[in-house]
């Protein structure tokens, strides 16, 4: 059952707020009643009355005709442990990595099918990549998601391969079986690896951030254009970002708790 549905199955109050506030994670801005109620098949009355009740308590601000994202939901992210106390840790080791690479470095947690970005810099070589802090993208398609997905429950990554596995670039892997054996070669080895499956042009690496009992809790990222970026090189690199991060959750620098779904 959807969390936005009551026990009886009708849609609740909550759960309508939640299905309008979840499109602007998408990063389109501000947002117009009509738009909203495309997206979200809601009746454009019920859409009308929960987004001018969300901006009178904070969540939603009135821009013209549109709306965005308030500045209390902003406030509330910075509050959320798992992502702050993660974040708080792995700085240090990303200015590091991204000073000596001037590549893209990120950091990601998994939720459901999908990465969700928590702390990017930004490289200073080739062109920008749409991936923003509060970003999301398809797990299987992303060296993060990936390196995440190899660690997990099975049960967790027979829910990803169960649904439709959209194909980003020619490169994109879509096959249940091959992905699978990617997987496994992900365990064996500790590092995944985006060969143009994410972006055409763009190649990464990502190795897993770890909690002092093994538990996964992230993935350490870097990306940057094919031909200025050797994997070989930045593999090292960002194995030994992601150790330096789980060592430090390991002495008690953060206190995060595992990304739901992610085990040892």
């Avoid at 990601?108 to 990017?120: D, K, M, P, Q, S």
Wanted: hydrophobic residues 45%.
């Amino acid at each position: 059952m959807s969390p936005a549905h009551r026990n009886d199955g009708e849609v609740s109050a909550i759960g309508r707020a939640a299905v309008l506030l979840k499109e602007f994670r998408k990063g389109d801005g501000a947002l117009g009643i009509a738009e909203l109620t495309r997206r979200t098949g809601l009746p454009k009355s019920t859409v009308h009355r929960t987004v001018h009740e969300l901006v009178r308590v904070g969540l939603l601000e009135q821009a013209g005709s549109a709306f965005r994202i308030g500045l209390l939901l902003f406030e509330l992210g910075q509050t959320a442990p798992r992502a702050n106390g993660l974040v708080e840790a792995a700085r240090p080791h990303m200015v590091n990595l991204h000073d000596a690479t001037g590549h893209n470095v990120a950091l990601a947690v998994l939720e459901e099918i999908e990465v969700v970005y928590v702390e990017i810099f930004r490289g200073d070589r080739g062109r920008r990549l749409p991936q923003r802090v509060g970003g999301r993208w398809p797990a299987h398609a992303s060296c993060a998601g990936k390196v995440m997905l190899a660690f997990s429950p099975a049960d967790k990554v027979r829910g990803v391969l169960g649904g439709v596995l959209p194909r980003l670039t020619d490169r994109t892997l879509t096959d249940p079986p091959a992905l699978l054996a990617e997987l496994a070669q992900i365990r064996r080895s500790g590092v995944a690896f985006d060969r143009q499956e994410s972006i055409a042009g763009v190649v990464g690496a990502a190795a897993p951030v770890r909690d002092g009992d093994g538990a996964v809790l992230g993935a350490l990222a870097i990306s940057g254009p094919v031909g200025r970026i050797s994997l070989s090189r930045v593999d090292t690199a960002v194995r030994a970002g992601a150790l330096g991060i789980s060592r430090d959750l390991a002495r008690g620098a953060s206190v995060v708790r595992p990304v739901l779904g992610l085990g040892r």
